[in-house]
C-alpha cells in the first residue's frame, strides 16, 4: 500500500458489493463524508447489472458502476477491474460483497473467504495506489444466527467477546 496519504480531492473510491444494502449506502455517503470533495470518484462493482438511474443514486459524475463481477473467479475479477479505466488510481477500497445465503456455514464460509481473498489480492495488483481497504461486517460477529443458542443482549457493541465456539468456527469473519 502507498505510504504517503493522498489529500482530499485526489481519493478514488472502490466499492465492492455496491448493490447491496451497506455497499450503496456506501457509495451515497462517499459523495459527501467526510466533505463533498473527499472523493473525486467513487466505483461501485456488483454481481448482478445495476445502472445509476435504475438504482436511484444521486445523478453525480463522480459515481461510476460496472457490473457483471464474479469475485468467485480471480482471474475474471482481474481481467474486470483491469478494464476499468483509471482504476491504479484507487486510494480507498470498502468491501462489502457477501456471497451465499443459507445455513450451509462451512460453504458460506469458505465462499466468502474465496471472495475476500481474490478482492484483497487484485486489489493488490491493479490499485498500487491504495491506502485503506475495509472489511465490512455485521450481525454474524454477534451470533445473532445461532441466537437459541448464544445468548446475548442488546445493544450490541464491538467491544464484545466474540461468540464461542463451536459457533465462531461458522463465521467467515474469523476465518
Given amino acids: 500500500m502507498a505510504n504517503e496519504q493522498a489529500p482530499p480531492g ?3 473510491a472502490l466499492v465492492f458489493g455496491a448493490s447491496g444494502i451497506t455497499g450503496y449506502a456506501l457509495l451515497k455517503q462517499l459523495l459527501i ?3 463533498p470533495t473527499t472523493f473525486s470518484r467513487v466505483i461501485g462493482l456488483t454481481r448482478r447489472s445495476l445502472r445509476t438511474d ?14 457483471d463481477l464474479d469475485l468467485t473467479d480471480r482471474e475474471q ?7 476499468i479505466p483509471g482504476i491504479k488510481e484507487t486510494t480507498h477500497v ?11 456455514y462451512q460453504e458460506l464460509k469458505r465462499v466468502n473467504c474465496e471472495i475476500l481473498t481474490n478482492a484483497v489480492g487484485t ?10 481497504f475495509t472489511l465490512q461486517t455485521g450481525g454474524k460477529a454477534y451470533g445473532v444466527e445461532f441466537s437459541d443458542k448464544v445468548p446475548y443482549n442488546p445493544p450490541l457493541s464491538e467491544s464484545l467477546p ?6 465462531a468456527s461458522n463465521i467467515f469473519y474469523y476465518a
Avoid: K, N
Avoid at 435504475?54 to 458502476?65: C, F, G, K, N, Y
Avoid at 475479477?77 to 478494464?83: E, K, R, V
Fill in 162 to 167: 466474540r461468540i464461542p465456539e463451536p459457533y
Fill in 10 to 12: 485526489v481519493r478514488q
Fill in 54 to 67: 435504475v438504482a436511484q443514486l444521486p445523478d453525480d459524475h463522480r459515481i461510476e458502476l460496472y457490473s
Fill in 33 to 35: 463524508y467526510p466533505t
Fill in 77 to 83: 475479477t482481474l481481467f474486470h477491474l483491469q478494464h
Fill in 94 to 104: 470498502f468491501f462489502a460483497a457477501y456471497a451465499g445465503h443459507g445455513t450451509d
Fill in 123 to 132: 486489489c493488490e495488483i491493479v490499485c498500487p495506489r491504495m491506502q485503506f
